[in-house]
Structure formats: structure tokens, C-alpha cells
């Protein structure tokens, strides 16, 4: 009996024991997870959108990848003295150099529904690699021609918020339509009016494809150091004390089936500018002012048309000249020039196009010193061939020349000078988008 007993108080005892076991294991067992919240398409403002879990915002992750190579030759020739006696020429024909560029983007496009129409929030961060070389390019803001520079940088190009008609941050001018289109590579032709810069934007929509916009603009972001006659006597420079009031610009537009038109306006505030050689100012121009008319012609879905021309006195940077010509001259006067450009695109087969390019400047003569004037011209034009073998990849392989000249002088002092640079440039351009 007590063997028994024994053997019966062992097994519960471990019945019991097991029992709690279970018990203690089971309360360390993890609590079932909740279903998990998969990412749903987002289809009401395209393809590439989708649901960020767990809100009604739509968000679309895109970017490109382009890497450039450049075969580029530039000579500059600069001749420069007394009419009717010796000068100085100066011949600049430096061997062709390769060089290299490579730019990373990434995009955010972030929207949300409201009873007040789209929230939308934008953002373009670009990494960029390489070297500089050619017509206006040097590592340190100057104005050598022939520089060669390391550069590796990253910009913001895109940082806006989008709501009720409004627009705030960094985004495209309101005064700008053809953005140089039709080029390619990281570094395109000159010559034309293509500027991303802090703003606050109002545009109404009027329905079948008319708006206006009405804006306020870094008018900073379109200046840029000005110093001409490095190796001629009419050198100079000017300088700002800052921004007082921004840049006011404005345009009508329209969008339609057969293509595109705007004509814009702007205002550039000159109350704190002036040349840096000049004691006195006679006659100072207080504002600046820019003007602009493009159309686009879309035809048959294969065929795209740009003609673009603009005016403007006092803002340099509307034109594409921004450091290339100063904003005023020698006694304070806004300069004052214009450029006509545009561009032809043809895809020949869906994957194979081809892009005639071009612009062309110049400007009035403008004051140096207190005798001598000198005036700008310039041009570039472009042809290329492109083939998009997959989807998302463009390969291009570009040709361009430059002709930017400086020329002036003073009949009064009996002064003359000449400056051009030509510019021979193949570019390889391979970019993926995605």
C-alpha cells in the first residue's frame, strides 16, 4: 500500500509540475501579431503611386541616374590697343580635353486629398561628380576660360509645397517656358532663360488649359559675379548690397492638344546695385524688368516645336547671362539685350529620335569706364541623335558649337578691343530613369 501510494503522489506531483510549466511557457508565448498593413496602389494621380501605410497620403519614389562624357576644344582670341597703332593679341587654342560628369537624382512626389483640392509636396536632391571644362566653366567662380576643376556637389533643385493654387519653396520661375529643351546632358547650351529658385506662387486655373500665375522670386538666384577684360584695359565688375525687394513676375498660359503658349513679365529691384568702378552715379536706373513669349507645337504625336524669344534691361539672369553681362553699367544704367531660341525633336521610330537646337544674344553697348563701351554677342547651336532601346534608358550622342563675343572700345580715346571664344563640344549622354 505505501509503495502504492508513493508511486500515485510522484506521478500527480509531476503532472502538476508539468502543468505549471505549461502555464509559466504559455505566458512567454508573444501576444498573435496584428495583420500587417501591405502597401496599396495608389491610382488616382498615376502610375508609380502608392498608399505610405497607414495614412491617405499617396507617395511616388522615382530618380534618374545620367553619366556624361564630353570631348570639348575652346579657343579664345582677344586683340586689343590704340586705333591707328600696336595692341596687344592674345591667342588661346589649348588642345581638346575629355572629361567626365555623372549626376544621381532622387524624387519624392507626396500627395494628399483635401476638400481644398491636392496637398502636394515635391523634392528633387541631386548628387553631382566630375570635372568642369569649356566656355564659362572654372573651379573657382572666375572668369577663366580654360579651367579644369574637380566638382562634387550636392543641390537641391526641387523643394516646393502645392495647395489651393499656391506654390512655396524652391521650384521653376514663373517667367520660364522653354527650358533649353531638346538638349542633353548635365551641362547644356547657353543662352536662354531656365532657373529653379525660391518663390511663392499664386496660379488660377480658368479651365480649357487657360491660367495665369502671379509670383515673388529670389531675385539673388538669377545674379551672378560679373568681371569682364582679364587680359584687356576695360575690365570691371559690379556688386549688390543685398536683396531689398524680390523679383515680381507674372504670366498667362495655356496648355492644350495642339501644344503650348506663355508670355511672361518680371521686376528686378535695382535700388542697391551698381558698378564697382564708378565714385559716382549719374542717372541710376532703379529697377530692371524682363519680358518673355514662347509657343510649343505638338504635331502627331512625334514632332515637337519650341520658339522662344525675351527682352530685358537691368536683369541679365532672364536672359541666360546672369556673370556673362553686368546687371548695370559703368554710370549705373540697366544693360540691356535679348535672346530668340528654340528647338526641333522628331522621333523617327518610337525608340530612335533626332533634335535640332539653337539660340542666339546680344545686347546693347554698355559703359565699362567713363569712356569706353562694349556690347555681347553669342550663340549656340546643337544636333543630336537619341535611341531609347528599353524602357526607362536614353542613350544620345551630341554635337554643339559656341561663339560668345565681346567687342567695343571708345572712338572718343581712339580705344578698341575684341574678345571671342569659340566652343567645339561631343557629348555622350547616357541616362537611366526610373
Known amino acids: ?87 596687344i593679341r592674345y591667342k588661346g587654342d589649348p588642345d581638346g580635353q575629355f572629361d567626365f560628369y555623372s549626376r544621381a537624382a532622387v524624387q519624392l512626389d507626396a500627395r494628399t486629398q483635401t476638400e481644398y483640392g491636392t496637398l502636394r509636396s515635391y523634392i528633387e536632391g541631386r548628387f553631382e561628380q566630375g570635372q568642369s571644362y569649356g566656355y564659362g566653366q572654372s573651379s573657382d567662380g572666375t572668369t577663366g576660360v580654360f579651367s579644369d576643376g574637380t566638382r562634387n556637389r550636392a543641390v ?64 539673388n538666384a538669377r545674379e551672378d559675379d560679373y568681371s569682364f577684360g582679364d587680359q584687356t584695359p576695360f575690365g570691371g565688375s559690379f556688386t549688390s548690397d543685398g536683396q531689398q525687394v524680390p523679383d515680381i513676375v507674372a504670366n498667362i498660359a495655356y496648355e492644350g492638344t495642339w501644344g503650348a503658349f506663355k508670355i511672361s513679365g518680371a521686376y528686378h529691384d535695382l535700388s542697391d546695385t551698381y558698378f564697382n568702378n564708378q565714385p559716382l552715379v549719374f542717372g541710376q536706373d532703379s529697377a530692371g524688368w524682363a519680358a518673355l513669349a514662347g509657343v510649343r507645337f505638338d504635331f502627331a504625336e512625334t514632332t515637337t516645336l519650341y520658339v522662344e524669344g525675351a527682352y530685358a534691361q537691368g536683369a541679365p539672369g532672364y536672359l541666360g547671362l546672369a556673370g556673362t553681362i553686368p546687371v548695370v553699367d559703368y554710370f549705373g544704367e540697366g544693360v540691356a539685350g535679348w535672346y530668340v531660341g528654340g528647338s526641333l525633336s522628331h522621333y523617327w521610330t518610337p525608340t530612335v529620335f533626332t533634335t ?34 528599353v524602357k526607362g534608358l536614353t542613350l544620345v550622342l551630341q554635337y554643339d558649337y559656341l561663339s560668345a563675343e565681346y567687342n567695343g572700345g571708345s572712338a572718343l580715346a581712339g580705344t578698341y578691343v575684341t574678345d571671342t571664344t569659340e566652343q567645339n563640344r561631343v557629348t555622350f549622354s547616357a541616362k537611366r530613369s526610373f
Open 1 to 87: 500500500m505505501k509503495l502504492k501510494t508513493v508511486i500515485k503522489n510522484v506521478l500527480l506531483g509531476s503532472v502538476a509540475g508539468l502543468a505549471m510549466v505549461g502555464t509559466a511557457a504559455a505566458a512567454d508565448l508573444p501576444v498573435k501579431a496584428k495583420a500587417a498593413e501591405y502597401v496599396k496602389i495608389c491610382s488616382t494621380y498615376g502610375a508609380g503611386f502608392y498608399y505610405i501605410p497607414g495614412t491617405d497620403t499617396c507617395l511616388k519614389v522615382g530618380g534618374y541616374v545620367t553619366a556624361d562624357t564630353y570631348y570639348t576644344k575652346v579657343e579664345r582670341t582677344i586683340t586689343a590697343g590704340q586705333i591707328g597703332e600696336g595692341g
Open 156 to 219: 537641391l533643385k526641387y523643394a516646393y509645397i502645392q495647395f489651393a493654387g499656391f506654390t512655396f519653396g524652391q521650384a521653376t520661375s514663373a517667367f520660364d517656358f522653354w527650358a533649353g529643351d531638346g538638349w542633353y546632358g548635365i551641362r547644356p547650351g547657353n543662352f536662354y532663360s531656365d532657373q529653379s529658385l525660391n518663390v511663392v506662387q499664386y496660379t488660377a486655373d480658368f479651365g480649357n488649359g487657360f491660367s495665369a500665375t502671379i509670383a515673388i522670386e529670389d531675385g
Open 356 to 389: 535640332v537646337v539653337g539660340s542666339y544674344t546680344a545686347t546693347d553697348n554698355y559703359k565699362v569706364d567713363a569712356v569706353n563701351s562694349v556690347d555681347f554677342t553669342g550663340y549656340n547651336v546643337g544636333v543630336n541623335i537619341g535611341w531609347k532601346p
